[in-house]
């Protein structure tokens, strides 16, 4: 099996070049971009349709949508009037580098503002592959149970932000904030926590609050 | 990139050779195996902490539990009494053949007559690795919305049945049984639909009806 972990690092390291040449072009274009990572269902896209639509005369946005099949996503956000741009996998589990830099070229970057890419739903993947983010954004939907950080740990140890999404669902589902916040916290001690419901817009503002102090940071 | 295809290649062909090998102990024993799939947070071990104390007096089953770390699940499928065995991948997003033979040595399997393998949370990588199953089973959670068999198709394709789980969510989501069993059945004309709470018990014996009828074809 030696041949196959030589192989997955060759990836890995070709990943992290493409990856800072991404975060040259952000840097230069003093774009922040956010890699957007979760559960399939967690409320990727229904977050940022409701982020695109709030903050829409305050930034200039666009998405990068990674999915196994179909452009459902892409249609969603670009509905907002944001750029979007599609990236079809063909069943690939993650998003990396070499993708995003194809996808930019479709992608109007004059005067871009913030950039969001929107990964594969999977809470183990993706947290392998820098995409030249500035930062990691990781929902963790709280229908999904309060033992996911302790149980998929990489993903929030890496995350910068994690979006406890879904609090409309609070009352019918058994999740205990202060767990879910503990175990996050135990592994990575920096970890920005929002509750939040993309649906129903409750306690956006504090995610919005986080977007423009960021934003602000890159200039 | 032909030599990381040609290694993906060899890696799921060493697969399936362990594949047949398992499959060809559960056909000498008589165990009935199943492949239990989803998303993070889409219910398979509540499901199996209900079906195991409801069925506990009519088969003697075990669990082999697949977990990046942990093992948090184990302990909750061993208070119902049935033999539970943990594999933690540190980090693997899927479990495969070589990992349930190996976790086989420590199950009895004399008289076993069901054998549920719960693989890693993960709607997408885990759909490519055999661990010689008699059939696939993926849940999905009504609270990830009613497009994720059209999102990932690969999975809904190959499993035999679908759960719809926490139905008992549905008056507070937005989630269309109808699109989302006939995205399923596209995929795949003979997958099997129950939509089930496993918290709550709801059409739960819709699932053991199934589950009655393919040990009985076992035998």
Known sequence: MSKEITIVRKVLEANDRLAEELKNKFRVKKILCLNLMSSPGAGKTTLLERTLTDLKDEFKMAVIEGDLQTDN???RVAATGAQAVQINTEGGCHLDSGMVLDALKSIDTEGLDILFVENVGNLVCP?????????????LSVAEGDDKPEKYPFMFHISSVMLLNKTDL??????????????????????????????????????????????????
Chains 1, 2 share one sequence.
């Open 127 to 139: 947290a392998e592959f820098d995409v030249g983010e500035d930062y990691k954004v990781t929902l």
């Open 170 to 219: 609070l009352p019918y589902v058994d999740f205990d904030m202060k767990k879910a916040t503990g175990h996050a916290k135990k592994l990575n001690a920096d970890i920005e926590i929002f509750p939040i419901s993309a649906r129903t817009g409750e306690n956006m503002e504090d995610w919005y609050k986080w977007l423009r102090e960021k934003r602000a940071a890159k200039l």
């Open 73 to 75: 996503d892409a249609q």
